[in-house]
């Protein structure tokens, strides 16, 4: 059974820069062979790009395929099986780990369809992974114990202010509320501009929070995110790619 590890925070965080950063850490610079499945789970979906990845098919396409299932095949054809074939189809295959994004659901269709979709995709693909990463989506009002499976891995990406931090916290009530279950939390301080890591540690610890990682605003990320370059291509002294190493030390990677 793979360990499944996800993502959040506050938009614009830096949850998505962090996803890419960590699977091109295991993927690139880590030795580690994994099998790593990673999950766009945001229907802004922009982490196919951070990665250099162009998609094709998302699973908010399949809706509409498998609502005319529902008239264009027999009743005993086994639903089941029809949707794992067109699963296949939508997964992406790259250099050292699988891609799935969640994407928007066909016309005016509701977000439901895919994040219940994304429940049976999880218990059917979980297995055949060692890592499940998934980038989420802002706020985790869409998760609960229906939609993921348990979690090993809950990361909170802020920025450096008290508020951001306390985000930590009220996502932990959150996933109480939501009976998301997780085994471990872990906090994540993006874009810090200042040396100001002991300080963010202790108002962390003061607040009962592990920071795993304090990732520096780097200006390299910055400039390839805006022009729209992948994150992979990042040279090996962006300052990011650095840090990013103590976020898979951190969650035992
Ligand atoms: N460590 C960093 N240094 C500089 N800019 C960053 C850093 N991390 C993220 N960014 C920038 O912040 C913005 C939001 O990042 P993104 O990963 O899309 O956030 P989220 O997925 O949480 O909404 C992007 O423009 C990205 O380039
Ligand atoms: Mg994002």
Same mark, same amino acid.
């Given at each position: 059974?793979g360990?499944?590890?996800a993502?959040?925070?506050?938009?614009?965080?830096?949850?998505?820069?962090?996803?890419?950063?960590?699977i091109?850490?295991?993927?690139?610079?880590?030795?580690?062979?994994?099998?790593?499945l990673?999950?766009? *789970?945001?229907?802004?979906?922009n982490l196919?790009?951070a990665?250099g990845?162009?998609?094709?098919k998302?699973?908010?396409?399949?809706r509409?395929?498998m609502?005319? *299932?529902?008239?264009?095949?027999?009743?005993?054809?086994?639903?089941?099986?029809?949707?794992?074939s067109?699963?296949?189809?939508?997964?992406m295959?790259e250099?050292?780990?699988?891609?799935?994004?969640?994407g928007k659901?066909?016309?005016s269709?509701?977000?439901?369809?895919v994040?219940n979709?994304?429940?049976?995709i999880?218990?059917?693909?979980?297995t055949?992974?060692d890592?499940v990463?998934?980038?989420?989506? *802002?706020?985790?009002e869409?998760f609960?114990r229906?939609t993921?499976?348990?979690l090993?891995?809950l990361?909170?990406?802020t920025?450096?202010s008290?508020r951001?931090?306390?985000?930590?916290?009220?996502?932990?009530?959150?996933?109480?509320?939501?009976?998301l279950?997780?085994?471990e939390?872990?906090?994540?301080?993006?874009?810090?501009?200042?040396?100001?890591?002991?300080?963010?540690l202790g108002? *962390?610890?003061?607040?009962?929070?592990e920071?795993?990682?304090?990732?520096?605003?780097?200006?390299?990320?910055?400039?390839?995110d805006l022009?729209?370059?992948?994150l992979?291509g990042?040279p090996?002294?962006s300052?990011?790619?650095?840090?990013?190493e103590q976020?898979?030390k951190?969650?035992g990677l």
């Open positions: 059974m360990k499944i590890i993502i959040t925070g506050k938009g614009g965080t830096g949850k998505t820069a962090v996803t890419a950063l960590l091109r850490n295991l993927v690139k610079d880590s030795g580690k062979k994994y099998n790593i990673a999950i766009d *789970a945001d229907p802004d979906a196919a790009d990665l990845v162009k998609v094709d998302t699973i908010g396409d399949m509409e395929f609502q005319q *299932a529902r008239y264009t095949t027999s009743p005993d054809t086994d639903k089941q099986a029809l949707f794992e067109k699963l296949f189809e939508i997964l295959e250099e050292g780990y699988d891609l799935l994004v969640m659901p066909e016309g269709g509701c977000y439901c369809f994040n979709l994304l429940r049976g999880m218990d059917k693909t979980v055949n992974y890592l990463i998934i980038d989420t989506p *802002a706020g985790l869409h609960s229906k993921v499976p348990d090993d891995v990361i909170v990406v920025d450096e008290r951001g931090l306390t985000t930590g916290e009220r996502i932990r009530d959150l996933a109480k509320e939501i009976e279950k997780y085994k939390l872990y906090v994540i301080v993006n874009k810090v501009t200042l040396d100001r890591k002991n300080v963010i108002v *962390a610890k003061s607040l009962g929070l920071v795993i990682a304090t990732i520096p605003y780097d200006e390299k990320l910055a400039k390839f022009v729209g370059d992948p992979m990042l090996e002294d300052l990011a790619i650095q840090e990013i976020v898979a951190g969650i």
